[in-house]
C-alpha cells in the first residue's frame, strides 16, 4: 500500500541545523523510501501568525524553498509547493473549523504558553492573542488532511497538534462519512512520526535550539564562519584537557550524534572520557558537520541566486498539490451539504444502483465559477478522475458519455486530470464500459 509522508516548515526567519536535523532531513529520506508518495510544503499561511513583516515572509519563503532542494529534495519524485498556492486549503480550514470544539483549541500548546505567560505578567489571559495563534492547530489539520497523509514527521513539541489531527479528522469522518458511498471514512488518520533517537535538537545553552531563545546554530546564514563561531559558544562544564569528561547529557554530544554513524559516536565518546580537550571536541563537531552541510551551502547560494528557477519548480508543484486537492474540497462540500442545485448527470435511483453494483460513478455538477465539472469515483468513493471545467453541461456530459462508451482509450484525448494510477482508472474505465456494452 502506498503510504503519503507529509511535512512543511513555516516561513519565517532563516534555518537553523535543529530545522534541518528535525523535520528536513527525515522527510526527505522518507521521499526516498519505496511505495512512498511525498508532499512537502512551506506554509506561508502560518508564518503570518507569527510576524507582520511582508519583507521578511518573501524573503523566508525564497530562502527556504533553497533549502529543501539543496538538501536534496528531488521535485520530479515529491509534491513541492507553497501553502499559499492551494486555495483549498484555507476553505477546508473552514470546514474543520466548524466541526472542532473551542475546548479542544483551549488545550494547544501554544495557546497554553501564550495565555500563561499573560497571566504571569498581570496581564488579560487573551492580550495580544490572535485568532490566528488560537485555531492554528486547525489550519495544520487541513494542510495534512487535504492529501490524506499517512505520515507526518514532526518534532516532539508538535506531536499533540497531530493528535488534535486525528481528533478533527475523526469527528468530520463521524458526522458526514454517511454522505460518501458506503459510508466509509473520509479523512486517514495520520500518525507523527518523530525520531526517537534525537528527539529535540539541543541549542548553545542545552536547551531546545530555538531562534526565541536565540541558541541556534545555523544552517547555511553566514557560511562556515558562522557555523564555527555558534559551535565555539556551545555550553560545556568547566573540566580541563585531560581530565574525564561524561559526554551524556552534553548539547555538543548531541549535536554531533545526529551527524555521526554510530561508529563515530562510540569513539567521540570514548575519546571525552580519555580527556579530549572541549576546545578539540568543538574543533571535531564543526569538521563533522561542515563536511555534510557544506556542499549543500553551495548548492544553496546557486540556487538563491536563480529566483526564477524555483518559482518554475513551485508552481508546477502546486498544480499537482490542486489536482488532489480540488477532487477532495468537492467531495468535501458535498457531504456537508454545499452542493451544487443544479441535477447530477444520473438520477439517484440509478447512481445508487450503479454503486450498489460495485461498480465506479460519473457524477456531473456546477461549480461557482459558473462551469460545468464532472468527476468519477470509484464504488467506495475515492476519487479516480477529475475533469477540467466546461462552459455547458452538454460538453461535459458528452464526454461522460464517450468514457462510458470507450474506456481508457477516451483518456488520451478526454480533458481530465488523473487522480488514480492508470492501471486502477483503467480498470475502472473498463468495467463501464463493459456494463454499458452489456445493457445494450
Given at each position: ?11 519565517t ?5 535543529g530545522?534541518y536535523?528535525?523535520?528536513i ?9 519505496p511505495?512512498?508518495?511525498s ?7 502560518h508564518a503570518l501568525i ?27 519524485r ?19 473549523t ?5 475546548g479542544?483549541?483551549n488545550?494547544?500548546?501554544?495557546y497554553?504558553a501564550?495565555t ?11 492580550a495580544?492573542?490572535t485568532?490566528g ?9 487541513a494542510?495534512?488532511?487535504?492529501f490524506?497523509?499517512?505520515?507526518v514527521?514532526v518534532?516532539?513539541?508538535q ?28 479523512f486517514?488518520?495520520?500518525?507523527a512520526?518523530?525520531?526517537?533517537e ?14 526565541s ?8 546564514e ?21 581530565e ?6 552534553q ?6 550524534d ?5 561508529e ?9 572520557r580519555?580527556?579530549?580537550?572541549w ?24 540556487l538563491?541566486a536563480?529566483?526564477?528557477?524555483i518559482?518554475k ?14 477532487p477532495?474540497?468537492a ?29 465506479p ?12 465539472y464532472?468527476k468519477?469515483n470509484?464504488?467506495d468513493?475515492t ?10 453541461g ?17 483518456l ?13 482508472l483503467?480498470?475502472?474505465?473498463q468495467a ?9
Amino acid at each position: 500500500m502506498t503510504q503519503r509522508v507529509l511535512t512543511g516548515i513555516t516561513t519565517t526567519g532563516t534555518l537553523h541545523l535543529g530545522n534541518y536535523v528535525g523535520a528536513i532531513r527525515p522527510a526527505i529520506a522518507a521521499s526516498r523510501e519505496p511505495g512512498m508518495e511525498s508532499f512537502f510544503f512551506m506554509a506561508d499561511y502560518h508564518a503570518l501568525i507569527k510576524c507582520d513583516e511582508p519583507e521578511r515572509i518573501a524573503t523566508s519563503r525564497l530562502q527556504i524553498a533553497a533549502t529543501w532542494l539543496a538538501a536534496g529534495l528531488d521535485p520530479e519524485r515529491v509534491v513541492f509547493y507553497r501553502q499559499s498556492d492551494i486555495p483549498e486549503i484555507p476553505e477546508l480550514t473552514w470546514l474543520l473549523t466548524c466541526v472542532t470544539s473551542k475546548g479542544q483549541m483551549n488545550r494547544a500548546h501554544a495557546y497554553k504558553a501564550a495565555t500563561d505567560a499573560n497571566t504571569a505578567a498581570g496581564e488579560d489571559a487573551d492580550a495580544g492573542i490572535t485568532m490566528g495563534l488560537f485555531s492554528y492547530p486547525i489550519l495544520m489539520a487541513a494542510d495534512i488532511l487535504m492529501f490524506n497523509a499517512h505520515r507526518v514527521p514532526v518534532g516532539k513539541d508538535q506531536a499533540q497538534h497531530i493528535e488534535m489531527t486525528r481528533d478533527v479528522a475523526q469527528r468530520f469522518n463521524h458526522l458526514f462519512a454517511k454522505s460518501e458511498s458506503g459510508g466509509e471514512a473520509f479523512f486517514v488518520l495520520p500518525e507523527a512520526q518523530i525520531d526517537a533517537e534525537m528527539e529535540l535538537l539541543p541549542g548553545l545553552d542545552g536547551r531546545k535550539m530555538s531562534k526565541s531563545y536565540d541558541n541556534v546554530v545555523p544552517l547555511f546564514e553566514g557560511g562556515s564562519k558562522a557555523l564555527k563561531d555558534a559551535i565555539a559558544r556551545i555550553v560545556t562544564d568547566s573540566k580541563l584537557p585531560g581530565e574525564p569528561k561524561e559526554p551524556e547529557g552534553q548539547a555538543l554530544v548531541t549535536i554531533f550524534d545526529a551527524f555521526a554513524t554510530p561508529e563515530q559516536r562510540a569513539a567521540f565518546r570514548a575519546e571525552l572520557r580519555a580527556g579530549l580537550a572541549w576546545g578539540e571536541a568543538k574543533q571535531r563537531l564543526f569538521d563533522q558537520v561542515e563536511s555534510q552541510i557544506g556542499p549543500m551551502r553551495a548548492r544553496y547560494a546557486e540556487l538563491v541566486a536563480a529566483p526564477e528557477k524555483i518559482e518554475k519548480i513551485l508552481l508546477e508543484g502546486a498544480a499537482k498539490a490542486r489536482a488532489l486537492a480540488a477532487p477532495l474540497l468537492a467531495r468535501a462540500r458535498e457531504a456537508v451539504g454545499l452542493r451544487s442545485f443544479t441535477a447530477p448527470l444520473q438520477s439517484a435511483a440509478a447512481a445508487a444502483k450503479t454503486e450498489k453494483a460495485g461498480l465506479p460513478v460519473f457524477k456531473q455538477y456546477r461549480e461557482a465559477d459558473g462551469q460545468f465539472y464532472f468527476k468519477l469515483n470509484a464504488a467506495d468513493g475515492t476519487p479516480l478522475l477529475q475533469s477540467r471545467g466546461f462552459a455547458g453541461g452538454r460538453d461535459a456530459g458528452a464526454w461522460v458519455a464517450r468514457l462510458k462508451r470507450e474506456g481508457a482509450a477516451a483518456l488520451a484525448e478526454a480533458p481530465v486530470e488523473r487522480i488514480a494510477d492508470e492501471a486502477r482508472l483503467g480498470a475502472a474505465l473498463q468495467a463501464l464500459a463493459e456494463a454499458a456494452a452489456a445493457a445494450e
